[in-house]
């Protein structure tokens, strides 16, 4: 598995920082969560199941997935992130985010390895 994209860092720090939302944001809705398929090719929309398709289940599950040699810090489903220990999710706050600060350009490569 290969690093993250400076696009999909950008994604998952967007995404922490508006709280590790579930549903839309960004949407075209007055709300901003339009729930539309076309909100699902808007790569300006994020959720969790964004950010799982495109990023965790691309990247991550191989690894972070239970049997798996990283299984005990799962990244399976959104309560995962945000309710771990390891705070991997601290919504509204990238930088105080294991996931942020492991995946960042400069983190010396440590995620994904």
């Known amino acids: 598995v290969s690093g993250l994209t400076d696009r999909q860092f950008e994604l998952i ?4 920082d508006a709280g590790g939302p579930d549903k839309p944001i ?3 809705g007055p709300s901003g969560e339009s729930g539309t398929n076309e909100d699902s090719n808007d790569p300006n ?8 398709k495109n990023i965790i289940d691309k990247k991550c ?4 997935m239970a049997g798996e ?6 990244f399976e489903t959104r309560e995962q992130l945000i309710s771990s220990p390891l705070r991997l999710v601290v919504p ?4 105080e985010s294991a996931l942020y600060t492991i995946t ?10």
């Open 13 to 16: 720090t967007a995404w922490v």
């Open 26 to 28: 960004g949407g075209h």
């Open 45 to 52: 929309v994020l959720n969790f199941q964004k950010i799982k």
């Open 61 to 64: 599950l191989s690894c972070h």
């Open 69 to 74: 040699q990283a299984g005990n810090v799962p």
């Open 92 to 95: 509204g706050k990238p930088e």
């Open 104 to 113: 960042a350009p400069g983190a010396m490569n440590m995620m994904p390895p």
